[in-house]
Nanobody, 114 residues
Framework: QVQLVESGGGLVQAGGSLRLSCAAS????????MGWYRQAPGKQRELVAQ???????YYTDSVKGRFTISRDNTKNTVYLQMNSLKPEDTAVYYC????????WGQGTQVTVSS
């Protein structure tokens, strides 16, 4: 397994930006998919963005054009750059690494005020 630790969350006004980081306890080179999920109060956890080891990315429709996922295998870190934030982006954001393992971080709170 691998331990994942998120950071970079906080309180920001609508229209602002945040960059989330997910630091892994070991190399992520062999982890096929790294993703960011979020869970708002009273809602199910949803996939926000993911990136494969080959660099293929996926974004849920609501964040396309605003969020960018990237991975730096040399630093064992995955990032989520979030721009033009909206109040509906408020949630706890989780990092996940899967295949061949399946590990989750503890989450970081993002709050966007209107």
């Amino acid at each position: 397994q691998v331990q994942l630790v998120e950071s970079g969350g906080g309180l920001v006004q609508a229209g602002g930006s945040l960059r989330l980081s997910c630091a892994a306890s070991r190399s992520i080179f062999s982890i096929l998919v790294m993703g960011w999920y979020r869970q708002a109060p009273g809602k199910q956890r949803e996939l926000v963005a993911q990136i494969t080891s080959g660099g293929t990315t996926y974004y849920t429709d609501s964040v396309k054009g605003r969020f960018t996922i990237s991975r730096d295998n040399t630093k064992n870190t995955v990032y989520l750059q979030m721009n033009s934030l909206k109040p509906e982006d408020t949630a706890v954001y989780y990092c996940r690494g899967r295949t061949p393992i399946d590990s989750w971080g503890q989450g970081t709170q993002v709050t966007v005020s209107s």
